[in-house]
């Protein structure tokens, strides 16, 4: 049974349905306040799909682009940027284009210089995506923050949703804090300092638990700050 936790290399293989829903029932017993989020929004993704196939570049390209923006604006911003290289977003194409080029599709100076050292660095094969998606989770974070503009969350939203580990937990991340509390029925949402050992409750499946608070947010209707508009830090 694929149940355990994984701490290096990509989850490939589809979870079958009841390991699914014993890795779900395990978490509600641990935090009752999930069974309603559960029932509503069916099975956490994370669990029930094979890790994403997309190119490890173009994801964390993305992932660049759409730091500290609202989710609408930062979609379009992702396609423009998308678009100046319509025979195959590849870090070769990229590295050789003018930073300036890169600003015209909307990205900061910042943003662009981050893009550009990315793909100069995966184009000059002194950043190998591959062996860097073998490596242990905290392992990956050390290397992937080498790179110019991406930081700590950049690369735990690389290892959950490209490289499918079940155990990460982004507690910088606004709307897992926000989450959490609603989950747990908390007056305010914690500090990243103070999340940190909360999830402990929840290994190996950490990754699992964050996905449902973020689902928590748009559960609750007149939250005036919704889950796809929430700035996230790098």
Do not use: N
């Amino acid at each position: 049974m694929y149940f355990e936790g994984t701490t290096s290399g990509e989850v490939t293989r589809r979870r079958c349905d009841h390991e699914v829903a014993a890795v779900e029932a395990e978490l509600v017993r641990r935090a009752p306040g999930l069974a309603v989020l559960v029932e509503r929004f069916g099975p956490c993704p994370l669990l029930s799909r094979p890790a994403a196939v997309a190119d490890h570049f173009e994801a964390l390209a993305s992932s660049i682009v759409h730091q500290q923006l609202a989710g609408r604006a930062a979609a379009v911003i992702w396609a423009r940027v998308r678009a100046l290289a319509p025979q195959g977003f590849v870090a070769a194409r990229l590295a050789d284009l003018d930073p300036a080029v890169l600003r015209s599709a909307g990205l900061s100076a910042a943003k662009a210089a981050a893009v550009a050292d990315l793909a100069g660095r995966v184009a000059a094969g002194s950043l190998d995506l591959d062996e860097v998606a073998a490596l242990a989770d905290q392992e990956v974070v050390d290397r992937l923050s080498q790179v110019r503009g991406i930081g700590r969350w950049t690369a735990q939203m690389f290892l959950m949703f490209s490289l499918g580990r079940p155990d990460v937990w982004p507690t910088g991340d606004l709307g897992v804090r926000r989450g959490y509390a609603l989950v747990h029925g908390l007056a305010e949402a914690p500090s990243p300092a103070d999340l940190e050992p909360l999830g402990d409750a929840y290994r190996p499946w950490r990754s699992v638990v964050a996905w449902y608070c973020w689902r928590a947010l748009d559960q609750v209707p007149d939250l005036s700050v919704r889950l796809s508009d929430l700035p996230t830090g790098r």
